[in-house]
């Protein structure tokens, strides 16, 4: 008997190579493979503006890149005793307003430099929700914890995430000739809206992103919503909140992503063979049996970094290094 609906993960038309630059940007669930995809030495930055949920924050952050934007004083705010930005996750907030600047401004100038290069941007969304300054008409990226009483709650259409998603393709596209573009949906429930509009968000923005790609050749999907939803659709897979899947699922979504999405699986192997040599804790460190195993270890790194000179692999060989005696 089966216990679980599974179903193929059709293969990428064009496979990541390691080569590739990548950005990726989007809800939780983007750093979540946002992680995995730098573990394995992948030259991903992620996320510069921090989470960001909806559609419309998403693509004004890409427009932010491509008009090389500054931050000032001016887009701060003071809540309590933190300087924050509209537009960026509260990770970036902080007691010195030119610290967070530093910080924001930064990001910006990796990110705009990363577009202009960029081989594959990812993006997840996560909800088609929108919370608007009551005061400015400006659509935030993170309310900081201010009063619900300040914004205006919307529910995007499906024509508003294509018609916001369309502006900021055809400029990328127009900057960048080679870009191609992932979109996933977050499986997060974003059950403080509801679940009734949990769900009718996640079919907006379904019903969107299914559009962008039928449009554009360069525009591709992954399932990892459904994967979870569908696939794995078991509470065992998430949190103990419930709302966020769990490592197992997160794994479990990355396996089917590596194996539809990468084109050098033996390289790939090969790293995963070395992250989990160097993850290794022995009984005796000083032991000739780990000593040699460590060395045997540090010459496959390096032969990989003479296969492999643009591979971030320095740190890698640096791990194994350090347990020398």
Same mark, same amino acid.
């Given at each position: 008997?089966?216990?679980?609906?599974?179903?193929?993960?059709?293969?990428?038309?064009?496979?990541?190579?390691?080569?590739?630059?990548?950005?990726?940007?989007?809800?939780?669930?983007?750093?979540?493979?946002?992680?995995?995809?730098?573990?394995?030495?992948f030259?991903?930055?992620?996320?510069?503006?921090?989470?960001?949920?909806?559609?419309?924050?998403?693509t004004?952050?890409?427009?932010?890149?491509?008009?090389?934007?500054?931050?000032?004083?001016?887009?701060?705010?003071?809540?309590?005793?933190?300087?924050?930005?509209?537009?960026?996750?509260?990770?970036?907030?902080?007691?010195?307003?030119?610290?967070?600047?530093?910080?924001?401004?930064?990001?910006?100038?990796?990110?705009?430099?990363?577009?202009?290069?960029?081989?594959?941007?990812?993006?997840?969304?996560?909800?088609?929700?929108t919370?608007?300054?009551?005061e400015?008409?400006?659509?935030v990226?993170?309310?900081?914890?201010?009063?619900?009483?300040?914004?205006?709650?919307?529910?995007?259409?499906?024509?508003?995430?294509?018609?916001?998603?369309?502006n900021?393709?055809?400029?990328?596209?127009?900057?960048?000739?080679?870009?191609?573009?992932?979109?996933?949906?977050? =499986?997060?429930?974003?059950?403080?809206?509801?679940? *009734?509009?949990?769900? +009718? $968000? %996640?079919?907006?923005? #379904?019903?969107?992103?299914?559009?962008?790609?039928?449009?554009?050749?360069?525009?591709?999907?992954?399932?990892?919503?459904e994967?979870?939803?569908?696939?794995?659709?078991?509470?065992?897979?998430?949190?103990?909140?419930?709302?966020?899947?769990?490592?197992?699922?997160?794994?479990?979504?990355?396996?089917?992503?590596?194996?539809?999405?990468?084109?050098?699986?033996?390289?790939?192997?090969?790293?995963?063979?070395?992250?989990?040599?160097?993850?290794?804790?022995p009984?005796? =460190?000083?032991?000739k049996?780990?000593?040699?195993? *460590?060395?045997?270890? +540090? $010459? %496959?790194?390096?032969? #990989?970094?003479?296969?492999?000179?643009?591979?971030?692999?320095q740190?890698?060989?640096?791990?194994?290094?350090?347990?020398?005696?």
């Open positions: 008997m089966n216990f679980r609906l599974t179903f193929p993960v059709t293969p990428f038309s064009s496979p990541l190579q390691y080569a590739d630059r990548l950005l990726l940007m989007g809800s939780c669930f983007a750093e979540e493979i946002g992680a995995r995809l730098q573990g394995h030495y030259d991903a930055l992620v996320n510069p503006h921090g989470i960001l949920y909806n559609p419309i924050s998403i004004q952050a890409i427009h932010s890149y491509l008009d090389n934007k500054v931050y000032t004083r001016e887009d701060l705010f003071l809540q309590g005793d933190l300087w924050h930005s509209w537009d960026h996750h509260s990770r970036f907030s902080g007691l010195d307003p030119d610290a967070v600047l530093a910080g924001i401004n930064a990001r910006q100038a990796a990110a705009a430099e990363r577009l202009e290069e960029v081989d594959w941007l990812m993006i997840t969304l996560g909800s088609a929700h919370y608007t300054l009551q400015t008409g400006k659509v990226g993170n309310c900081h914890k201010v009063p619900a009483a300040a914004f205006y709650k919307k529910m995007l259409t499906a024509q508003d995430i294509i018609s916001a998603l369309d900021a393709m055809h400029r990328l596209f127009f900057r960048n000739r080679k870009v191609k573009i992932l979109f996933t949906i977050s =499986p997060v429930r974003y059950v403080k809206d509801g679940v *009734v509009e949990n769900n +009718l $968000s %996640k079919a907006i923005l #379904l019903q969107a992103v299914h559009h962008m790609v039928n449009k554009f050749d360069r525009l591709f999907y992954f399932p990892a919503y994967l979870v939803m569908d696939d794995l659709r078991d509470y065992r897979f998430y949190k103990e909140d419930l709302v966020h899947p769990n490592e197992l699922a997160v794994d479990y979504v990355w396996e089917h992503f590596v194996n539809a999405g990468l084109a050098d699986k033996t390289l790939f192997n090969q790293i995963v063979e070395l992250n989990r040599a160097a993850a290794h804790r009984f005796n =460190p000083e032991g049996q780990h000593q040699q195993f *460590v060395k045997t270890y +540090l $010459s %496959k790194v390096e032969q #990989l970094v003479k296969q492999y000179p643009d591979l971030p692999l740190e890698l060989a640096d791990r194994f290094r350090l347990q020398l005696k």
